[in-house]
Nanobody, 115 residues
Framework: QVQLVESGGGLVQAGGSLRLSCAAS????????MGWYRQAPGKQRELVAT???????NYADSVKGRFTISRDSAKRTVYLQMNSLKPEDTAIYYC?????????WGQGTQVTVSS
């Protein structure tokens, strides 16, 4: 079992920045993918960005050039740096770990961008 704990959400004005963090409860040695998803009110959960243990990253088109995902294996943490935030980025952001075909999820952190 792996627990994921997110932090860093909050309220920010449009054009501002936030950094989300997600810490895993234990070290992960197997091939894995960590990422961020978000869910806005009345909408389905959608992928924001992923990072593989091999070093590859993937971004949703809507966040390319504005968001950056990174990971610190020593700290068992994945980050999401969000710049140039827009009101449409408002959502609950969830950390995800895909490990041996199983998905682990964090509890979610609210990001609100005011216009």
């Amino acid at each position: 079992q792996v627990q994921l704990v997110e932090s860093g959400g909050g309220l920010v004005q449009a054009g501002g920045s936030l950094r989300l963090s997600c810490a895993a409860s234990r070290s992960i040695f197997s091939t894995n993918v960590m990422g961020w998803y978000r869910q806005a009110p009345g909408k389905q959960r959608e992928l924001v960005a992923t990072s593989t243990s091999g070093g590859s990253t993937n971004y949703a088109d809507s966040v390319k050039g504005r968001f950056t995902i990174s990971r610190d294996s020593a700290k068992r943490t994945v980050y999401l740096q969000m710049n140039s935030l827009k009101p449409e980025d408002t959502a609950i952001y969830y950390c995800n770990l895909r490990l041996v075909g199983f998905d682990y999820w964090g509890q979610g952190t609210q990001v609100t961008v005011s216009s």
